[in-house]
């Protein structure tokens, strides 16, 4: 009987999940001649880490630095979501904190407004003309022009992308259990050493989870650059967006896509092995 209730599920992802791969990668493998033919080929996939001009170096390729670029822009990303979003995340899950679920509401709220209109927001506010250098202008203040640059475009995916890291690390921390911190305090260990040596390392499943879940969009995002970064700083969703739309190049934009993927997968795969060590070391410490 339970079988039974599975088979939806098992369609969806068919249809949904596993078919659109298939098909991504079915494109990025052949190419079409002028009769219309489609053939097996490896050409879209070697264009991608050929470039433009083949006797470049490697890393002043093309799509080289776009790929360099938006990795380096998710990383980046990542880190300031985590730095900012885990004292948000401690602080919510603290017991004496007041007013706890109302607070949650107000920092989930944002996310129930669609990703277009918070990003066209906050072009609203960087802008020449905009709000913050309005502001500045009232208190004789020299004028912010941070539109259109990497910086702007940072600030975007911070933005957008900041409640993915603070949710997971806010469960992790609220499903803790507190005997082990009581134990530690017990134990002679002050705040800090109670912070590093059992709050922080029982709470880095939340943190893994959340830096993927704020990575691999941050990665693969166009909107944000083609708002923010005015179409002046190409990421891979931009490429891909591209040959999709403007080009009409299905071909080499699935063979993007599946770079994208693997390079998905490949972070995945890192930080599951890096969450795999901390629950062992975690299991030590129990022991």
């Known amino acids: 009987m339970r079988r039974l209730f599975t088979y939806p599920y098992i369609l969806w992802l068919a249809i949904f999940v596993i078919a659109p791969l298939l098909l991504v990668v079915f494109f990025a493998v052949t190419g079409t001649d002028t009769y219309g033919n489609t053939y097996f080929t490896l050409q879209n996939m070697g264009q991608f880490f050929e470039g433009i001009i083949d006797d470049q170096p490697f890393f002043q390729r093309i799509y080289v630095v776009i790929t360099m670029r938006s990795l380096r822009l998710a990383l980046q990303t990542a880190v300031i979501c985590f730095i900012l979003g885990y004292p948000l995340a401690y602080i919510l899950a603290s017991k004496g904190f007041r007013n706890k679920?109302?607070?949650?509401?107000?920092?989930?709220?944002?996310?129930?407004?669609?990703f277009l209109v918070r990003t066209y927001g906050w072009m609203s506010i960087l802008e020449r003309n905009g709000i913050m250098?309005?502001?500045?202008?009232?208190?004789?203040?020299?004028?912010?022009?941070?539109?259109?640059?990497?910086?702007?475009?940072?600030?975007g995916m911070v933005y957008n992308f900041l409640p993915f890291m603070v949710l997971p690390i806010y469960t992790?921390?609220?499903?803790?259990?507190?005997?082990?911190?009581?134990?530690?305090?017990?134990?002679?260990?002050?705040?800090?050493?109670?912070?590093?040596r059992v709050v922080f390392p029982l709470s880095l499943p939340g943190v893994v989870s959340g830096i993927t879940m704020v990575f691999m969009p941050a990665a693969a995002t166009f909107i944000i650059p083609n708002l923010l970064g005015g179409g002046q700083?190409?990421?891979?969703?931009?490429?891909?967006?591209?040959?999709?739309?403007?080009?009409?190049?299905?071909?080499?934009?699935?063979?993007?896509?599946?770079v994208m993927i693997i390079l998905m997968i490949v972070s995945t795969f890192i930080l599951s092995r890096f969450d795999r060590q901390e629950e062992v070391s975690e299991g030590g410490m129990r022991l």
């Open 233 to 258: 700083f190409f990421l891979l969703g931009n490429l891909v967006e591209q040959q999709f739309m403007l080009a009409g190049n299905w071909h080499f934009g699935s063979a993007v896509a599946v």
């Open 133 to 155: 250098n309005n502001f500045l202008r009232l208190l004789n203040l020299p004028t912010i022009d941070i539109m259109f640059t990497d910086s702007a475009v940072l600030l």
């Open 172 to 196: 992790s921390l609220t499903k803790m259990d507190k005997r082990i911190i009581e134990a530690a305090q017990d134990l002679g260990a002050n705040p800090r050493n109670v912070f590093l």
């Open 101 to 114: 679920p109302f607070l949650i509401f107000l920092f989930i709220m944002p996310m129930w407004m669609n």
